[in-house]
């Protein structure tokens, strides 16, 4: 059984940035991939990124692509995901998500075994 939980989440500025952390317990989460996906008020959650188990993949949504990158350090049971360039509309409860089985269907939710309860992220001026 893995626990995941995420922080690092606030009110921000557009233009701002912030780094949210997804951190887990047990050693077997460096073994998973794990993606981040983000839900809006009245919205259907959405996929954000996505790194494999062991970091060397990456893929991203259309609309974070080239201001948000994910990142893991399996020594510490961590992954990241620094969001540059905020924007309003980037303005969700953002999940960690964990995936044992390594699948390809990555942005899909039902890909995912593990999910914390997230973190708001409001960039708002």
């Known amino acids: 059984q893995v626990q995941v939980e995420e922080s690092g989440g606030g009110l921000v500025q557009p233009g701002d940035s912030l780094r949210l952390s997804c951190v887990a317990s047990?050693?077997?989460?460096?073994?998973?991939?794990t993606g981040w996906f983000r839900q809006a008020p009245g919205k259907e959650r959405e996929f954000v990124a996505h790194?494999?188990?062991?970091?060397?993949?990456?893929d991203y949504a259309d609309s974070v692509k080239g201001r948000f990158t994910i990142s893991r350090d399996n020594a510490e049971n961590v992954v990241h995901l620094r969001m540059n360039s905020l924007k309003p509309e980037d303005t969700a409860v953002y999940y960690c998500?964990?995936?044992?089985?390594?699948?390809?269907?990555?942005?899909?939710?039902?890909?995912?075994?593990?999910w914390g309860k997230g973190t708001l992220v409001t960039v708002s001026s």
């Open positions: 998500a964990a995936d044992p089985w390594g699948g390809s269907d990555f942005t899909q939710t039902s890909q995912y075994e593990y």
């Open positions: 047990g050693s077997t989460f460096s073994r998973y991939s």
């Open positions: 790194i494999s188990w062991s970091g060397a993949s990456t």
